[in-house]
Protein backbone atom coordinates (compact mmCIF):
# COMPACT_ATOMS: atom_id res chain seq x y z
CA UNK A 1 0.00 0.00 0.00
CA UNK A 2 1.22 3.72 -0.51
CA UNK A 3 2.85 5.09 2.41
CA UNK A 4 1.26 7.86 4.40
CA UNK A 5 3.07 11.63 5.13
CA UNK A 6 2.03 11.44 8.89
CA UNK A 7 5.38 13.25 10.14
CA UNK A 8 4.17 15.96 8.01
CA UNK A 9 0.69 16.25 9.81
CA UNK A 10 -1.09 16.11 5.83
CA UNK A 11 -4.28 16.15 6.72
CA UNK A 12 -7.13 15.19 3.81
CA UNK A 13 -10.87 17.24 2.91
CA UNK A 14 -13.64 16.42 5.05
CA UNK A 15 -16.78 15.50 3.70
CA UNK A 16 -18.13 18.36 2.27
CA UNK A 17 -15.17 20.78 1.32
CA UNK A 18 -14.09 21.23 -1.96
CA UNK A 19 -10.85 20.34 -2.76
CA UNK A 20 -8.06 19.65 -5.69
CA UNK A 21 -9.77 16.60 -6.51
CA UNK A 22 -12.64 18.22 -7.33
CA UNK A 23 -10.90 20.35 -8.98
CA UNK A 24 -9.03 17.42 -10.90
CA UNK A 25 -12.18 15.84 -11.75
CA UNK A 26 -12.64 18.71 -14.71
CA UNK A 27 -9.62 17.54 -16.38
CA UNK A 28 -7.71 21.08 -16.37
CA UNK A 29 -4.89 21.05 -19.18
CA UNK A 30 -3.08 24.21 -17.55
CA UNK A 31 -1.71 24.64 -14.12
CA UNK A 32 -4.59 25.55 -10.99
CA UNK A 33 -3.60 27.51 -7.89
CA UNK A 34 -5.41 26.16 -5.06
CA UNK A 35 -5.74 28.96 -2.74
CA UNK A 36 -7.00 28.29 1.05
CA UNK A 37 -8.07 31.92 2.32
CA UNK A 38 -8.68 30.17 5.66
CA UNK A 39 -4.84 28.47 5.97
CA UNK A 40 -3.82 32.46 5.98
CA UNK A 41 -6.72 33.91 8.06
CA UNK A 42 -5.58 31.05 10.99
CA UNK A 43 -1.40 32.11 10.44
CA UNK A 44 -2.34 35.80 10.65
CA UNK A 45 -4.34 35.05 13.83
CA UNK A 46 -1.31 33.11 15.43
CA UNK A 47 0.82 35.67 15.04
CA UNK A 48 -1.34 38.59 16.12
CA UNK A 49 -2.39 36.44 19.35
CA UNK A 50 0.81 34.60 20.44
CA UNK A 51 3.70 36.83 19.15
CA UNK A 52 4.46 39.22 22.05
CA UNK A 53 5.24 42.08 19.84
CA UNK A 54 4.22 43.42 16.40
CA UNK A 55 3.71 41.32 12.91
CA UNK A 56 4.59 42.86 9.65
CA UNK A 57 3.55 40.89 6.76
CA UNK A 58 6.85 40.59 4.53
CA UNK A 59 4.75 41.24 1.25
CA UNK A 60 7.85 40.08 -0.84
CA UNK A 61 6.99 36.31 -0.20
CA UNK A 62 3.15 36.62 -1.55
CA UNK A 63 2.14 40.19 -2.98
CA UNK A 64 -1.88 39.07 -4.34
CA UNK A 65 -3.58 41.73 -3.21
CA UNK A 66 -6.49 39.21 -2.19
CA UNK A 67 -3.82 38.10 0.50
CA UNK A 68 -3.52 41.49 1.40
CA UNK A 69 -6.79 42.07 2.12
CA UNK A 70 -7.30 38.66 4.62
CA UNK A 71 -4.35 39.69 6.26
CA UNK A 72 -5.64 43.27 6.53
CA UNK A 73 -9.53 41.86 7.46
CA UNK A 74 -7.85 39.52 10.41
CA UNK A 75 -5.99 42.19 11.98
CA UNK A 76 -2.29 42.82 10.45
CA UNK A 77 -2.01 46.67 9.92
CA UNK A 78 2.32 47.06 9.25
CA UNK A 79 3.46 46.07 5.86
CA UNK A 80 7.30 45.43 5.42
CA UNK A 81 7.66 46.27 1.66
CA UNK A 82 10.94 46.25 -0.16
CA UNK A 83 10.41 48.21 -3.55
CA UNK A 84 8.53 51.31 -4.13
CA UNK A 85 6.51 49.30 -6.73
CA UNK A 86 5.09 46.96 -3.46
CA UNK A 87 4.42 50.64 -1.58
CA UNK A 88 2.38 51.48 -4.41
CA UNK A 89 0.45 47.86 -4.72
CA UNK A 90 -0.19 47.68 -0.69
CA UNK A 91 -1.29 51.99 -0.73
CA UNK A 92 -3.71 50.91 -3.60
CA UNK A 93 -4.93 48.01 -2.00
CA UNK A 94 -4.58 48.55 1.86
CA UNK A 95 -5.14 52.73 2.35
CA UNK A 96 -4.53 52.66 5.54
CA UNK A 97 -1.68 50.34 6.16
CA UNK A 98 1.09 51.55 7.70
CA UNK A 99 3.81 50.76 5.48
CA UNK A 100 7.77 50.00 6.63
CA UNK A 101 10.44 50.40 3.77
CA UNK A 102 12.54 47.71 4.70
CA UNK A 103 15.27 47.72 1.72
CA UNK A 104 18.59 49.00 3.45
CA UNK A 105 19.44 50.16 -0.07
CA UNK A 106 16.75 52.72 -2.01
CA UNK A 107 16.65 54.90 -4.70
CA UNK A 108 16.50 58.73 -3.57
CA UNK A 109 13.59 59.36 -5.61
CA UNK A 110 11.86 55.86 -4.54
CA UNK A 111 12.65 57.45 -1.01
CA UNK A 112 10.74 60.79 -1.22
CA UNK A 113 7.92 59.60 -3.02
CA UNK A 114 7.21 56.78 0.01
CA UNK A 115 7.26 59.42 2.54
CA UNK A 116 5.68 62.58 0.43
CA UNK A 117 3.27 60.48 -1.44
CA UNK A 118 2.36 57.60 0.58
CA UNK A 119 3.11 58.43 3.98
CA UNK A 120 5.83 56.04 4.26
CA UNK A 121 7.60 56.97 8.08
CA UNK A 122 10.12 53.96 8.47
CA UNK A 123 12.97 52.95 6.58
CA UNK A 124 15.75 50.45 7.68
CA UNK A 125 19.40 51.54 6.09
CA UNK A 126 22.85 50.00 7.22
CA UNK A 127 25.27 52.83 5.89
CA UNK A 128 25.87 56.21 7.00
CA UNK A 129 25.58 56.93 2.61
CA UNK A 130 22.25 55.49 2.89
CA UNK A 131 21.07 57.54 6.07
CA UNK A 132 22.39 60.78 4.17
CA UNK A 133 20.39 59.52 1.31
CA UNK A 134 16.76 59.17 3.33
CA UNK A 135 17.63 62.52 5.51
CA UNK A 136 18.05 64.38 2.07
CA UNK A 137 14.83 62.83 0.38
CA UNK A 138 13.03 63.61 3.44
CA UNK A 139 13.82 66.94 3.97
CA UNK A 140 11.07 70.00 3.36
CA UNK A 141 12.11 73.60 2.26
CA UNK A 142 15.94 72.60 3.33
CA UNK A 143 14.24 71.26 7.04
CA UNK A 144 14.98 67.89 8.24
CA UNK A 145 12.05 65.49 8.65
CA UNK A 146 11.47 65.29 12.54
CA UNK A 147 9.03 62.15 12.63
CA UNK A 148 11.36 59.38 10.90
CA UNK A 149 11.56 56.14 12.72
CA UNK A 150 14.73 54.69 11.27
CA UNK A 151 15.92 50.83 12.04
CA UNK A 152 19.93 50.30 11.68
CA UNK A 153 20.35 46.74 9.92
CA UNK A 154 22.85 44.63 11.88
CA UNK A 155 24.52 41.75 9.99
CA UNK A 156 23.97 38.84 11.72
CA UNK A 157 24.59 34.78 11.20
CA UNK A 158 22.54 32.51 8.65
CA UNK A 159 24.06 29.34 10.26
CA UNK A 160 20.51 28.14 11.36
CA UNK A 161 18.37 29.24 8.08
CA UNK A 162 18.59 26.80 5.23
CA UNK A 163 18.03 29.91 2.87
CA UNK A 164 21.02 32.23 3.56
CA UNK A 165 20.84 35.97 4.06
CA UNK A 166 24.21 37.13 5.50
CA UNK A 167 26.18 38.05 2.90
CA UNK A 168 24.41 41.29 1.27
CA UNK A 169 23.02 43.59 4.17
CA UNK A 170 24.27 44.62 7.57
CA UNK A 171 26.04 47.36 8.96
CA UNK A 172 29.70 47.16 8.95
CA UNK A 173 31.00 46.53 12.57
CA UNK A 174 33.87 49.82 12.02
CA UNK A 175 30.94 52.23 11.71
CA UNK A 176 28.32 50.95 13.11
CA UNK A 177 28.92 52.98 16.39
CA UNK A 178 28.71 56.26 14.18
CA UNK A 179 25.66 54.64 12.15
CA UNK A 180 23.90 54.49 15.18
CA UNK A 181 24.10 57.49 16.44
CA UNK A 182 23.73 59.27 13.73
CA UNK A 183 20.17 57.62 12.59
CA UNK A 184 19.65 58.68 16.57
CA UNK A 185 20.02 62.08 15.57
CA UNK A 186 18.20 62.17 12.96
CA UNK A 187 14.89 60.21 13.97
CA UNK A 188 11.98 60.38 16.45
CA UNK A 189 12.12 56.72 16.84
CA UNK A 190 15.48 54.50 16.15
CA UNK A 191 15.25 50.85 15.95
CA UNK A 192 17.57 48.18 15.17
CA UNK A 193 17.03 45.28 13.01
CA UNK A 194 17.72 42.27 11.22
CA UNK A 195 17.27 39.01 9.56
CA UNK A 196 18.47 35.25 10.65
CA UNK A 197 17.73 33.89 7.11
CA UNK A 198 14.81 32.30 5.75
CA UNK A 199 13.49 29.07 7.18
CA UNK A 200 15.18 28.95 10.47
CA UNK A 201 15.53 25.88 11.35
CA UNK A 202 16.31 26.42 15.41
CA UNK A 203 15.07 29.52 17.42
CA UNK A 204 19.01 29.63 18.53
CA UNK A 205 19.29 31.76 15.30
CA UNK A 206 17.54 34.31 17.00
CA UNK A 207 19.44 34.04 20.46
CA UNK A 208 22.75 34.66 18.58
CA UNK A 209 21.51 37.43 16.82
CA UNK A 210 20.08 39.16 20.15
CA UNK A 211 23.69 39.06 21.61
CA UNK A 212 24.81 41.00 18.74
CA UNK A 213 22.00 43.65 18.88
CA UNK A 214 23.08 43.75 22.78
CA UNK A 215 26.96 44.38 21.82
CA UNK A 216 25.24 47.00 19.71
CA UNK A 217 23.41 49.03 21.91
CA UNK A 218 26.56 48.37 24.53
CA UNK A 219 29.07 49.99 22.29
CA UNK A 220 27.11 52.99 21.03
CA UNK A 221 25.12 54.26 24.60
CA UNK A 222 21.84 55.07 22.59
CA UNK A 223 18.30 54.61 23.16
CA UNK A 224 16.50 52.26 21.01
CA UNK A 225 12.74 52.47 20.69
CA UNK A 226 11.93 49.47 18.22
CA UNK A 227 13.78 46.31 18.03
CA UNK A 228 12.86 44.39 14.67
CA UNK A 229 13.85 40.62 14.59
CA UNK A 230 12.61 39.96 10.98
CA UNK A 231 11.37 37.34 9.41
CA UNK A 232 13.12 33.70 8.72
CA UNK A 233 10.09 32.15 11.08
CA UNK A 234 9.87 29.10 9.42
CA UNK A 235 6.81 26.62 7.64
CA UNK A 236 6.87 22.54 7.65
CA UNK A 237 8.45 20.69 3.99
CA UNK A 238 9.63 17.13 3.63
CA UNK A 239 13.12 16.53 5.43
CA UNK A 240 12.45 20.23 7.07
CA UNK A 241 10.09 20.05 10.27
CA UNK A 242 11.09 22.97 12.40
CA UNK A 243 10.13 23.35 16.65
CA UNK A 244 6.84 24.61 17.27
CA UNK A 245 6.78 28.50 16.79
CA UNK A 246 5.88 29.31 20.61
CA UNK A 247 9.43 28.27 21.27
CA UNK A 248 10.92 30.92 19.05
CA UNK A 249 8.66 33.37 20.35
CA UNK A 250 9.33 32.83 24.04
CA UNK A 251 12.91 33.06 23.23
CA UNK A 252 12.95 36.20 21.24
CA UNK A 253 10.70 37.85 24.37
CA UNK A 254 13.47 36.74 26.99
CA UNK A 255 15.85 38.29 24.92
CA UNK A 256 14.06 41.09 24.18
CA UNK A 257 13.10 42.22 28.21
CA UNK A 258 16.49 41.51 28.99
CA UNK A 259 17.97 44.30 26.46
CA UNK A 260 19.21 47.89 27.72
CA UNK A 261 16.71 49.42 25.90
CA UNK A 262 13.57 52.16 26.32
CA UNK A 263 11.06 51.00 28.83
CA UNK A 264 8.42 51.93 26.12
CA UNK A 265 10.49 50.35 23.57
CA UNK A 266 8.33 47.97 20.85
CA UNK A 267 9.45 44.52 19.47
CA UNK A 268 8.34 44.20 16.10
CA UNK A 269 8.42 40.80 13.68
CA UNK A 270 8.16 40.55 10.03
CA UNK A 271 6.94 36.54 8.70
CA UNK A 272 6.12 36.41 5.21
CA UNK A 273 6.86 32.38 4.32
CA UNK A 274 4.59 31.74 7.71
CA UNK A 275 1.96 33.54 6.77
CA UNK A 276 1.11 32.21 3.61
CA UNK A 277 3.10 29.18 2.61
CA UNK A 278 -0.33 27.11 3.33
CA UNK A 279 -2.14 29.45 1.41
CA UNK A 280 -1.57 27.54 -1.74
CA UNK A 281 -0.76 24.65 -3.37
CA UNK A 282 -0.57 24.11 -7.20
CA UNK A 283 -2.47 21.22 -9.23
CA UNK A 284 -0.16 19.93 -12.37
CA UNK A 285 -0.67 17.23 -14.77
CA UNK A 286 1.66 14.49 -15.90
CA UNK A 287 2.30 14.92 -19.61
CA UNK A 288 5.66 12.40 -19.62
CA UNK A 289 7.29 9.96 -17.58
CA UNK A 290 10.70 8.78 -17.78
CA UNK A 291 11.90 6.45 -15.29
CA UNK A 292 11.72 8.25 -12.40
CA UNK A 293 11.40 11.47 -14.11
CA UNK A 294 8.00 13.40 -14.22
CA UNK A 295 7.68 15.44 -16.81
CA UNK A 296 4.60 17.90 -15.70
CA UNK A 297 3.15 21.27 -16.80
CA UNK A 298 4.97 24.00 -14.24
CA UNK A 299 8.31 24.44 -13.03
CA UNK A 300 11.71 26.64 -12.48
CA UNK A 301 10.24 29.46 -14.42
CA UNK A 302 6.66 29.12 -12.68
CA UNK A 303 6.07 28.35 -9.12
CA UNK A 304 8.68 25.72 -8.41
CA UNK A 305 11.28 28.20 -8.65
CA UNK A 306 12.58 27.19 -5.07
CA UNK A 307 12.51 23.60 -5.76
CA UNK A 308 14.42 24.27 -9.02
CA UNK A 309 17.09 26.45 -8.13
CA UNK A 310 17.13 25.83 -3.95
CA UNK A 311 16.93 22.64 -3.63
CA UNK A 312 13.24 22.85 -1.82
CA UNK A 313 11.33 19.43 -1.44
CA UNK A 314 7.71 19.99 -1.24
CA UNK A 315 4.49 18.02 -0.36
CA UNK A 316 2.94 15.85 -3.12
CA UNK A 317 -0.06 14.09 -3.64
CA UNK A 318 -1.07 11.98 -6.50
CA UNK A 319 -5.00 12.58 -7.71
CA UNK A 320 -6.43 10.50 -10.25
CA UNK A 321 -9.49 8.12 -10.57
CA UNK A 322 -7.68 4.78 -9.72
CA UNK A 323 -6.15 4.40 -6.13
CA UNK A 324 -2.48 3.40 -6.29
CA UNK A 325 -2.00 0.57 -4.39
CA UNK A 326 1.99 0.48 -5.46
CA UNK A 327 4.67 1.84 -2.99
CA UNK A 328 5.93 4.85 -3.30
CA UNK A 329 9.56 5.89 -4.59
CA UNK A 330 11.57 9.08 -5.53
CA UNK A 331 10.91 10.96 -8.55
CA UNK A 332 12.66 14.43 -10.09
CA UNK A 333 10.25 16.59 -12.05
CA UNK A 334 11.29 18.46 -15.28
CA UNK A 335 9.06 21.48 -16.23
CA UNK A 336 7.17 22.12 -19.16
CA UNK A 337 9.69 24.41 -21.15
CA UNK A 338 12.87 23.66 -23.11
CA UNK A 339 15.57 24.72 -20.91
CA UNK A 340 17.41 21.80 -19.19
CA UNK A 341 17.48 24.11 -16.26
CA UNK A 342 13.94 23.54 -15.53
CA UNK A 343 14.39 20.85 -13.10
CA UNK A 344 13.49 19.78 -9.65
CA UNK A 345 15.75 17.49 -8.60
CA UNK A 346 13.26 16.88 -5.44
CA UNK A 347 13.20 14.06 -4.13
CA UNK A 348 9.20 13.96 -4.18
CA UNK A 349 7.85 10.75 -3.11
CA UNK A 350 4.62 9.59 -5.23
CA UNK A 351 3.43 5.74 -6.03
CA UNK A 352 5.61 3.96 -8.07
CA UNK A 353 2.78 3.65 -10.95
CA UNK A 354 2.27 7.48 -11.39
CA UNK A 355 1.72 7.78 -15.58
CA UNK A 356 1.32 10.76 -17.62
CA UNK A 357 -2.06 11.53 -17.25
CA UNK A 358 -1.93 11.95 -13.83
CA UNK A 359 -2.38 14.59 -11.52
CA UNK A 360 -0.18 15.78 -8.90
CA UNK A 361 -1.22 18.22 -6.15
CA UNK A 362 2.38 20.03 -4.86
CA UNK A 363 1.72 21.83 -1.61
CA UNK A 364 2.99 24.82 0.67
CA UNK A 365 3.52 27.14 -2.42
CA UNK A 366 1.97 30.40 -1.08
CA UNK A 367 5.06 31.47 -0.23
CA UNK A 368 7.35 32.86 -3.37
CA UNK A 369 5.43 30.43 -5.87
CA UNK A 370 3.14 32.49 -6.58
CA UNK A 371 4.87 35.55 -6.53
CA UNK A 372 7.85 34.32 -8.59
CA UNK A 373 6.16 33.02 -11.64
CA UNK A 374 6.94 33.98 -15.47
CA UNK A 375 5.46 33.69 -18.77
CA UNK A 376 9.31 32.52 -20.20
CA UNK A 377 8.55 29.80 -23.11
CA UNK A 378 4.90 30.81 -23.49
CA UNK A 379 4.12 28.84 -20.02
CA UNK A 380 2.87 30.24 -16.98
CA UNK A 381 -0.44 30.46 -18.43
CA UNK A 382 -2.26 29.03 -15.17
CA UNK A 383 -6.03 29.41 -13.24
CA UNK A 384 -6.80 30.02 -9.61
CA UNK A 385 -9.57 28.26 -7.49
CA UNK A 386 -10.70 28.71 -4.05
CA UNK A 387 -10.40 25.19 -2.08
CA UNK A 388 -11.46 25.06 1.43
CA UNK A 389 -9.91 21.49 2.78
CA UNK A 390 -6.51 21.69 4.74
CA UNK A 391 -2.94 22.58 3.27
CA UNK A 392 -0.83 19.79 2.82
CA UNK A 393 1.44 20.37 5.94
CA UNK A 394 0.31 23.03 9.04
CA UNK A 395 2.15 24.21 11.70
CA UNK A 396 -0.81 26.03 12.85
CA UNK A 397 -3.02 22.91 14.39
CA UNK A 398 -5.51 21.57 12.42
CA UNK A 399 -5.25 18.78 15.10
CA UNK A 400 -9.32 17.15 14.09
CA UNK A 401 -8.14 17.16 10.60
CA UNK A 402 -7.61 13.39 9.82
CA UNK A 403 -3.76 11.92 7.99
CA UNK A 404 -3.81 13.03 4.64
CA UNK A 405 -2.16 10.15 2.18
CA UNK A 406 -0.13 11.16 -0.64
CA UNK A 407 -2.64 9.75 -2.98
CA UNK A 408 -6.08 11.60 -3.70
CA UNK A 409 -8.99 9.58 -5.72
CA UNK A 410 -11.55 11.96 -7.53
Not at 9 to 34: E, F, H, N, W, Y
Not at 138 to 167: C, F, I, M, P, W
Request: net charge negative; aromatic share 10%.
Amino acid sequence: MHKHHRALGLATAPTGTRSGADIAKTRPVQPVTLLRPHAARRAARFFLDRFPGRSLYAVKANPSPDLLKILWDEGVTHYDVASIGEVRLVRETLPEAMLCFMHPVKAEEAIAEAYFDHGVKTFSLDTLEELDKIVRATATGGEAATDLNLLVRLQVSSKHAKYSLASKFGADASELKALLFGARQASDALGICFHVGSQAMSPAAFADAMERVRDAIVEASVTVDIIDVGGGFPSTYPGMEPPPLEAYFQLIHAAFEALPISYSAELWCEPGRALCAEYASLLVRVEKRRGDELYINDGAYGALFDAAHVGWRFPVALVREQESVTKCMDFSFYGPTCDDLDHMAGPFELPADTKAGDYVEIGMLGAYGCAMRTTFNGFGVDSVEIVDDEPMATLYGAASAPTRSNVVTL
